[in-house]
């Protein structure tokens, strides 16, 4: 059974950097879409990017292109989000969600409706 373990969240200046890991355990790492998601209180969860394992395609949305990298270690099983140039309205918890019958696409990667499996969230606080 595929179980994710997000980590790395914590509290941050505005324009400083962290870096996000989702470990997945139980699972055959190369066919997997991997994706960051995050959800502010009072908004609804927002897909931010996704990478897909086998072959490294990632995706952005418009509000994180630019600061954030996503990044996979595939002996590590392991996806990162390297976050910099934080912002106040980045603050949320961040969860990180797996897909494992299809790739990243540019169509869907920001769907919550398209990951079975869902890491427990990791908090990012960024202060102004």
């Known amino acids: 059974d595929v179980q994710l373990q997000a980590s790395g969240g914590g509290l941050v200046q505005a324009g400083g950097s962290l870096r996000l890991s989702c470990a997945a355990s139980?699972?055959?790492?190369?066919?997997?879409?991997i994706a960051w998601f995050r959800q502010a209180p009072g908004s609804e969860r927002e897909g931010i990017s996704c990478?897909?394992?086998?072959?490294?395609?990632?995706y952005y949305s418009e509000s994180v292109k630019g600061r954030f990298t996503i990044s996979s270690d595939a002996a590590k099983k392991t996806v990162y989000l390297h976050m910099d140039s934080l912002k106040p309205e980045d603050t949320a918890v961040y969860y990180c969600?797996?897909?494992?019958?299809?790739?990243?696409?540019?169509?869907?990667?920001?769907?919550?409706?398209?990951?079975?499996?869902w890491g427990q969230g990791t908090q990012v606080t960024v202060s102004s």
């Open positions: 969600a797996s897909d494992y019958a299809r790739p990243c696409s540019s169509s869907y990667y920001y769907r919550a409706d398209r990951y079975e499996k």
């Open positions: 139980g699972v055959t790492f190369d066919h997997y879409a």
């Open positions: 990478i897909s394992t086998r072959d490294g395609t990632t």
